[in-house]
């Protein structure tokens, strides 16, 4: 492995050599590639890959890309939320949930519910007494139970208590002689039967009701002749007359024996002596028996027989079909195994046929019999482990079916924990077949273009991968990529499955009109395959949000900015988790193992991990009880995890995101360069073509504003002036501040108002009433209106407390004397009485309070909506006119969407109900309505007489006035409390949702009438100053504005003469005004308060100037409809709707002059930028402003991914989550660590425990921190200049004074007394400062500049420029520059000059120019720098009045913006030339010089070879002449030579011929 990663590396250093130029690629020099001769030959053979511009090969989304991606997304979500329904589904969740929770039993006469149950015990009272009551179609309101009742009890193996390995009794086995055979128990859910007790136990005597075929009423009853009950407890006797028929004795007996039960002991035998004796028997467990084939029994079976005494002549014995638990394998619960009892429903019209003419019981009697038989005959005996009791509802207001299932988990301690599961599932009407539905049956076009560009989506990566190949792998986003594929591949496929498993769908089918006892079987069948459905949609969704993140990175650079922060933070964050973790654990083990005996949270390890987790989270709940139970060692533990995690842990996360900001931030500058080379290169990866489209856009924008429309990009006036306080603004807004509060102070009187009300709702709620329970056989007494739940709770509040709230508030005297508030004072000697609540508060009228009821319409269910045995065809439901039913809003006037309502006495169904509203109630405006003229309820007027009044009420309760077609019902009257000079309209709702659940609320609006009578004339001035000077200052905000236009149309008309038109006008006018309330943000502040302000007043006076408080008062007598009515308003009725009115338009008031207070205290924010370091906050903001903004879209999307998985795993049970609204605030609160997890803790399980952790760990520790961390750099930066100029202050040779000594009172005393001497004209206002920020500004960069970290260069201490770099510095209005001081013309040359060639050689940059641009930048510094000191010179030689400065003023931007319009001019000359003729031959020059390249290297490789071969041959040569010459030297050692072998003769000399 690591030879081979050695390699690896090798052959890479060897590839980048290559790539470099330092080496060969080959020895042979025909393997050079183009590539490398072109490099080479042309641009140097030390040309690297460095030296190059660098191109990130990774695919870069775009903006096309990213919108496309946004409708996949949108189309996602409605093909899986269309199909999930969380919002109904909580809803109808909520009510049910509600209803089990809420639903009581006594227990030594106290009330108590579900979260009260511990014990066993509980359990059995609990299932007695609550479950029969939710059961009930009379109390569970719109949910119906269909279906049977399941009851899965499983039981544990018991064994000895003695060693295993000895078999010796154990030291306690005495005491205890049996247990469990494992302490963990059995979970409920758990499959294996390992530990269960698989013997068949019990005896319980059968019902009628309860069995399958040939159902009664009662119990199924067997007999017997001759024979007589043996082997029992004798429980009771009844001794009969002779007279009395024997048949009749028979009945009473069996009607005795059947209700009969002593100690638990129930009644299972009893026999009749010839003497008319009955003898009721208690027969145990081991006495029954097996029945013998008795030739006269009389029933259809009976399991068990108790025992018998034989050859009894004339005795009848009688005992009950009896019946015994048998262990089943997989028909329970979630399929378990465990004992199975199915409990049949009944509806109360069946019941009523199946008794005949006895009296029918009610279903909770029906239900709780059946119970207490089972428990009797030892259902939950010592051996019980677990019971899981399951049904299903159905609410066909929604279509929802809803899995209620009730766990009862015990332990081997004893305790018993329950714990409730609500599970719902939408089918509607359309969907229920005798077949299942294909996948394509429910489609719509939204499915249709999620299904297209799921496939586009693929063949796009696909493509991907085959263009990239095995580099496709390379990047984590592709990755990510495939992932979400397969998500939304599962999702698909889940959801083809879930419609292939439908078979509860079909048995609705089956059984809409016939009886159907079916068991939660089916259903659970059915959801377990919707249910994978919702996981796969749970995880996908949030997966897209995030892949959006992708196309944010790919296309906005600030976005890259923030990315690369969590990358770069990603691994210390990692590591930092793991510290976390390991404390988090330790933390979480002390804890358990410390505090876990006394402290629930803390009792098991998992629910220490979560109570830890929630303090990390900032939730400190659970300290009250730890500190209760541990006070000295709790308070070391919470100290120690607050400071460890909350001051350590979660801070040194914060300085890891804020240091990976930093390094992230300096990475964009450089990349920001690079992208810059990358685009003078024409390289542009990632442009689509709606990116490209839009930058052509943003180009063309650009030079619409860089034209004739508007002055240059670098000229524009686009930055903020600098904020000069004006003493006389000040001073005025000052006052202007203090008169507004009072005046709305006075306007409103909060405080009174607050008090009415508070009185008014504590007499309503704190009014008690009673609720007879006949299935607990008491009277709930002091129920109040918190405790309204139901429709029966809202009759009873109706028609007790309401009347204690109205008659009995008041004691009826006041100091000892008769209150005289109770008689209308001024009819007297005429007797009008009054109602008085809290002995002040006067109830107007005489029919002083009005109920209003809305009902829904109603109509049959018919075949389509009808489940047989419990919801007939004829069955009334409510009848809605779109897909779903309404949601009744919490003001009680809404309905999202529009009900169908019942507008008509004869649409109210009930006959009873319908007479009793028609006696008491007539149809016309009521609560909500917009006025007198629109009927939209029932309205039925109170007297002031108590016996009229309960007279009224007993006839509407009685009657079913609150039944299930109930909408609506609100009760509403006006108080007037003469003390406080004020009214409050009192309004009590309820409104009846279609869910079942009923919610209620109390709405008041105070109303002041006499608003300038008495001590309030002082208002009118009040209201007079504060116009006027809103007026004041709406006028300097128009002033500015008009200003800042009249700047702009100056600067343009000095850039270009020529007039604009009619379009071009309003454009500049229109850019100006943008510009004015864009560049500083106080501008748009104040106008913005201004316009608020205007309609505060004018719905001031809308409220001031209406009919009510013109013209209401007071008669002498009240109008009783006897006489004439000469007044706006005669009847209660209309005087309550008047108020109604009246409070609204109070409330919206309110409310606007609210916001308005905001803004007016955010205004002075503007006029605190006189301090430095108010500026330098601003400025940070301003500067990080765009950070913060890409921030917010990041954290959006964020917080979108984590709603869209806490919408879809917890929605259906929890209200912080069940819409997408509510569970954006749920996650934004934790990341604000303000969120309250016990609702989540409750039912999120695992679930919960990964969600928190998750947003623990991305919202906590990374996004939070990363807005900390952009406010700190910007700050730090802000802050730094500001200490730099501080420095630059207090420098004695400093051009700008320094500032006043002293704290900072003093130092406000003297700039506001030199800000007043100046506006006084007493004090000449010299130089204009600068602020010391820009001071430090300037000093930094010029500190930073590169001409300051030259050889030789220092930064001048007063100016803190390099002086060398001929840098200025304008540190006023009468400051000059350092290199010219007021000289004469005669000296223009001269001082020109001052920028020459020797003196810009000083900067480095300047030496590597081509000599030619060495001479334009020294030509046009030059010819600049004498233009601006020519007007410098105009300006400050001589006075000059303020028109003067800003003629010249103009005319120098007039002749510079001329030279610029002349030079910008030649440089487009300049650029068109080079596209039309240097461009067009670029290509082909570069082609030669390639081909050039290319020969001269070819000829070169060509000349090596010559050479080589050149060298071959010389050495071939070379070799033979030295053979020749040793041949030689060895024929001169020879005796006798050849004369051939002889040298030549000198030249000159004849050869001697042979």
Not at 204 to 217: A, D, H, L, M, V
Not at 919 to 943: I, P, Q, W
Not at 1205 to 1226: D, K, P
């Amino acid at each position: 492995s690591g030879g081979g990663t050695g390699g690896h590396m090798l052959r890479e250093l060897e590839k980048n050599a290559v790539r470099k130029g330092l080496v060969l690629q080959g020895e042979n020099w025909e393997n050079i590639t183009r590539d490398d001769i072109y490099r080479q030959r042309v641009l140097g053979t030390k040309t690297g890959a460095e030296d190059f511009i660098t191109c990130d090969d990774k695919r870069r989304l775009g903006l096309a890309g990213m919108i496309v991606y946004i409708l996949f997304v949108v189309a996602t979500m409605n093909f899986t939320w269309r199909r999930l329904d969380i919002t109904v589904s909580y809803k109808v969740n909520s009510a049910i949930e509600d209803r089990v929770r809420s639903a009581v039993y006594l227990e030594d006469q106290m009330e108590k519910t579900w979260s009260d149950i511990i014990v066993v015990e509980d359990m059995q009272k609990w299932l007695l007494q609550a479950f029969p009551n939710i059961l009930s179609p009379v109390v569970q309101g719109n949910n119906i139970p269909i279906g049977d009742v399941r009851f899965t009890l499983r039981r544990i193996q018991q064994v000895a208590n003695t060693d295993p390995e000895t078999g010796v009794g154990m030291r306690f086995s005495l005491k205890a002689p049996y247990k469990w055979k494992s302490q963990a128990g059995i979970q409920a859910h758990s499959g294996s039967t390992d530990l269960d007790n698989t013997t068949a136990f019990g005896a319980y005597r059968s019902w009628g009701t309860n069995r399958g075929k040939q159902p009664s009423i009662g119990i199924v009853w067997c007999s017997v002749d001759d024979k007589a009950c043996a082997g029992g407890e004798l429980l009771d006797t009844l001794k009969f007359s002779h007279k009395l028929n024997f048949a009749d004795v028979i009945s009473t007996c069996k009607d005795w024996c059947q209700d009969l039960s002593v100690d638990s002991k129930p009644c299972r035998c009893f026999d009749v002596s010839p003497e008319r004796k009955c003898s009721f028997f208690w027969s145990p467990d081991e006495t029954l028996t097996v029945p013998a084939p008795y030739v006269n029994m009389e029933c259809d079976s009976s399991p068990k027989v108790p025992a018998m005494t034989e050859n009894k002549i004339g005795y009848y014995t009688f005992w009950p079909s009896m019946g015994f638990w048998r262990f089943t394998q997989d028909n329970g619960w979630l399929h378990t195994p465990g004992f199975v009892s199915m409990l049949r429903l009944w509806t109360q019209q069946d019941l009523i046929e199946l008794a005949g003419d006895e009296v029918p019981p009610t279903q909770a009697d029906v239900l709780k019999r059946q119970i207490q038989d089972w428990f009797d005959g030892g259902f939950t005996s010592v051996g019980m482990a677990s019971l899981v009791v399951d049904f299903i509802v159905h609410n066909p207001n929604y279509q929802v079916y809803t899995w209620v299932q009730l766990v009862f988990e015990k332990s081997a301690a004893g305790i018993l924990r329950p714990d409730l599961r609500v599970d719902s599932l939408k089918i509607t009407n359309d969907r229920i077949s005798d077949e299942a539905q294909d996948v394509w049956s429910d489609l719509n076009a939204w499915d249709v273009m999620y299904g297209v560009l799921l496939i586009l989506y693929v063949l796009s990566e696909m493509f991907e991968f085959g263009t990239r190949g095995v580099q496709y792998f390379n990047h984590p986003w592709n990755w990510f990529t495939m992932f979400t594929i397969l998500l939304h591949t599962m999702t698909v496929i889940s959801r083809w499955v879930y419609v292939g498993h439908q078979s509860f769908s079909m048995d609705l089918y089956n059984h809409k009109n016939a009886p159907w006892r079916s068991s939660p079987e089916t259903f659970q069948d059915q959801f377990d395959a919707h249910q994978t459905f919702d996981l796969a949609c749970a995880v996908t969704m949030p997966c897209m949000c995030v892949k959006l993140v992708q196309y944010l990175n790919d296309i906005f650079p600030r976005v890259g900015v923030l990315m690369n922060t969590i990358y770069r933070a990603g691994t210390p964050i990692v590591f930092l988790m793991f510290i976390f973790t390991d404390l988090f654990l330790a933390f979480v083990t002390w804890s358990h193992l410390m505090f876990g005996k006394h402290v629930e949270d803390f009792s098991s390890f998992a629910k220490a991990c979560v109570t830890n987790i929630e303090l990390s989270f900032g939730n400190v709940d659970t300290i009250e009880t730890l500190n209760e139970q541990y006070p000295y060692s709790g308070g070391v533990f919470f100290v120690s995890h607050v400071l460890l995690f909350y001051f350590i842990i979660v801070n040194f996360g914060k300085a890891v995101v804020v240091s990976s900001y930093e390094d992230a931030t300096e990475l964009y500058a450089k990349a920001q360069e690079a992208e810059e080379q990358r685009r003078k290169a024409s390289e542009s990866p990632g442009q689509d073509f709606m990116t490209r489209t839009m930058d052509s856009v943003k180009l063309w924008f650009d030079d619409v504003l860089t034209a004739k429309f508007g002055n240059s990009r670098e000229n524009r006036l686009t930055r903020a002036k600098r904020y000069e306080p004006n003493p006389l603004e000040v001073a005025l807004y000052a006052i202007y501040f203090f008169f507004y509060l009072l005046m709305t102070f006075y306007m409103l009187r909060v405080g009174w108002k607050h008090d009415l009300a508070t009185t008014i709702h504590e007499t309503l709620q704190d009014q008690t009433f009673s609720v007879p329970d006949a299935n607990l056989g008491a009277v709930r007494h002091g129920k109040t209106f918190k405790d309204v739940q139901s429709r029966e709770d809202v009759a009873l509040w109706l028609s007790q407390a309401l009347p204690k709230a109205l008659y009995n508030s008041s004691d009826g005297t006041f100091a000892g004397s008769a209150n005289p508030l109770h008689l209308y004072q001024s009819a007297l000697p005429d007797v009008y009485p009054q109602l008085v609540l809290n002995n002040w508060n006067i109830i107007l009228g005489q029919s002083p309070v009005r109920i209003s009821t809305r009902y829904f319409k109603m109509s049959p269910a018919g075949t389509s909506r009808a489940i047989g045995g419990f919801i007939q065809t004829s069955t009334q439901l409510i009848e809605t006119d779109v897909a779903g039913p309404s949601e009744i809003g919490e003001k009680g006037t809404g309905f999202d969407p529009a009900l169908v309502e019942a507008t008509a006495i004869d649409e109210i169904v009930d006959p009873s109900a319908r007479q009793a509203v028609q006696r008491n109630c007539e149809y016309k405006f009521a609560y909500g309505a917009d006025n007198v003229d629109t009927a939209n309820g029932f309205s039925c007027m109170l007297s002031v007489d108590y016996n009229q009044t309960m007279h009224i009420l007993k006839d509407l309760t009685s009657n079913n006035f609150v039944s299930n077609q109930s909408a609506t019902l609100a009760v509403d009257f006006v108080v007037y409390n003469g003390f406080a000079t004020m009214f409050v309209y009192t309004g009590i709702l309820f409104q009846f949702q279609p869910s079942g659940a009923v919610t209620k609320s109390i709405v008041d609006y105070p109303i002041q009438m006499d608003l300038y009578g008495g001590p309030n004339w002082y208002r009118i001035l009040l209201e007079v100053l504060v116009i006027l000077l809103t007026h004041y200052f709406f006028g300097v905000c128009v002033k500015g504005i008009v200003d800042t236009i009249m700047e702009h149309l100056r600067h343009d008309r000095a850039s270009d003469p020529e007039p604009y038109s009619n379009l071009q006008r309003p454009y500049v006018v229109l850019r100006s005004i943008v510009l004015h309330m864009t560049t500083d943000l106080f501008n748009l502040l104040d106008l913005t308060s201004c316009l608020f302000m205007a309609v505060t007043m004018i719905l001031w006076y809308e409220v001031v100037f209406s009919t009510l408080q013109q013209e209401f008062f007071f008669t002498e007598r009240p109008y009783d409809g006897s006489s004439a009515c000469y007044v706006e308003w005669c009847g209660d009725d209309e005087v309550i709707m008047a108020f109604y009115t009246q409070g609204w338009r109070t409330r919206i008031f309110a409310r606007v002059c609210a916001c308005n207070t905001l803004l007016i205290f955010l205004r002075i924010l503007k006029y605190l930028q006189v301090y430095p370091h108010i500026r330098i906050i601003f400025r940070a903001l301003r500067r990080g402003i765009g950070d913060v903004m890409w921030f917010l879209i990041l954290l959006l999307v964020v917080l979108l991914a984590l709603t869209c998985a806490g919408h879809q795993w917890f929605g259906v049970r929890i209200q912080s989550f069940h819409t997408l609204g509510e569970g954006f605030l749920a996650c934004f609160s934790m990341a604000l660590s303000v969120y309250d997890h016990s609702e989540l803790r409750a039912v999120g399980g695992f679930g919960y425990f990964i969600f928190s952790m998750t947003a623990l760990g991305v919202l906590r520790f990374v996004m939070m921190n990363m807005f900390f961390g952009i406010m700190d750099l910007n700050y730090r930066e802000e802050h730094a200049k500001l200490e730099e100029g501080e420095k630059v202050l207090a420098m004695p040779s400093s051009a700008n004074s320094a500032p006043p000594e002293g704290g900072m009172l003093k130092r406000a005393m003297t700039y506001g007394q030199n800000l007043w001497q100046r506006s006084r004209g007493k004090v000449d206002a010299g130089p204009e400062m600068l602020p010391v920020e820009d001071l430090g500004a300037a000093r930094l960069s010029a500190m930073n500049s590169p001409s300051s970290r030259q050889p030789g260069s220092e930064v001048s201490e007063t100016s803190g420029v390099s002086p060398a770099a001929g840098s200025l510095v304008l540190v006023g209005k009468g400051g000059a520059s350092p290199t010219r001081m007021h000289g004469d013309s005669d000296d223009n040359h001269q001082e020109t000059a001052v920028i020459s060639e020797s003196v810009v050689k000083k900067n480095t940059n300047f030496l590597y120019l081509p000599p030619e641009m060495k001479t334009w930048a020294v030509d046009t510094a030059t010819e600049a720098y004498g233009l601006i000191e020519q007007f410098h010179g105009r300006r400050f030689n001589g006075q000059h009045n303020k028109h003067e400065l800003d003629r010249i003023l103009e005319e120098a931007e007039s002749a510079i913006k001329h030279r610029r319009t002349a030079k910008r001019e030649e440089a487009e000359q300049t650029y068109k030339n080079l596209n039309n003729v240097e461009l067009r031959t670029l290509k082909e020059i570069h082609q030669d010089q390639e081909s050039l390249a290319w020969y001269i290297m070819k000829r070169e490789a060509e000349l090596k070879k010559l050479e080589a071969m050149q060298k071959l041959k010389q050495q071939k040569h070379d070799s033979l002449v030295q053979a020749a010459r040793s041949i030689h030297e060895d024929e001169d050692e020879a005796p006798s030579a050849n004369v051939e072998d002889q040298a030549p003769p000198p030249e000159g000399q004849a050869s001697n011929p042979a």
